[in-house]
């Protein structure tokens, strides 16, 4: 089984979980993982775990990742480690992104709200990626002012929501947001590739 493959096999076992109405969608989980596999992505910062759908799925394939995150919920804490099991260890956990301490992630993932998100560009690598699940606008343009270099693209799936979802299968699979901070070479090449393919779907949605 590839790691894609791994990783939708561990997402399927969110989409039963208690308090599943708010987690990711099953696209946003995939392209995050293309985007490990892709560049190489060692450390991965996530704001706002939830009851950890994206860490869960993403550990379960790589457990030497560095994965950090911001969780305050009371019923999520708990849920964390109740979904999460032995990968837990895995995963260091702030109440806050201001207890963050200064780093350099290569992936930062925004799956919540946080009123230190300024701190955001004081904590990803020269090069690293900004992933929005979500909508989340006021989000997106606060992240696009902090970090003026960047490339952003608005990923989205040509799929509807699958049988074990707990989304309504009428509906698109959610979409990500993804800003490259300060891109090289491949990192502008799949982005290109990336508006590119955003493009068409759009169309074939019509």
């Known amino acids: 089984m590839n790691q894609k493959n791994l990783v939708l096999k561990s997402y399927k076992k969110f989409c039963q979980a208690e308090g599943n109405e708010h987690i990711a969608s099953e696209f946003a989980v995939l392209k995050i993982q293309e985007l490990i596999e892709k560049f190489d992505i060692k450390s991965i910062l996530e704001i706002g775990l939830g009851i950890g759908a994206i860490a869960g799925s993403i550990l379960s394939v790589d457990r030497n990742l560095i994965y950090a995150g911001t969780e305050n919920n009371e019923f999520c804490l708990a849920a964390l480690k109740k979904n999460l099991g032995t990968k837990f ?16 992630y290569d992936l930062i993932i925004i799956d919540g709200k946080d009123p230190e998100l300024s701190k955001i560009k004081h904590l990803l690598n020269s090069s690293g990626i900004i992933v929005i699940e979500g909508d989340r606008l006021p ?11 960047h490339k952003f ?7 509807k ?9 009428a509906h698109w699979q959610g ?5 490259f901070a300060d891109p090289g070479f491949n990192q502008l090449i799949w982005w290109g590739k990336e508006k590119f393919k955003t493009k068409l779907k759009y169309y074939f949605r019509k």
Do not use: D, M, T
């Not at 260890?89 to 350099?104: A, D, G, M, R």
């Not at 693209?153 to 799929?159: L, R, T």
């Not at 979409?175 to 800003?179: E, R």
């Open 89 to 104: 260890q895995n995963l260091k956990v702030f109440y806050e992104l201001s207890e963050v301490p200064i780093s350099n």
């Open 139 to 149: 989000q997106q343009r606060l992240l696009k002012k902090y970090i003026p270099a």
């Open 153 to 159: 693209v608005h990923a989205i799936s040509n799929k």
């Open 161 to 169: 929501n699958a049988i074990y979802s707990p989304f309504s299968q």
């Open 175 to 179: 979409g990500v947001k993804i800003i």
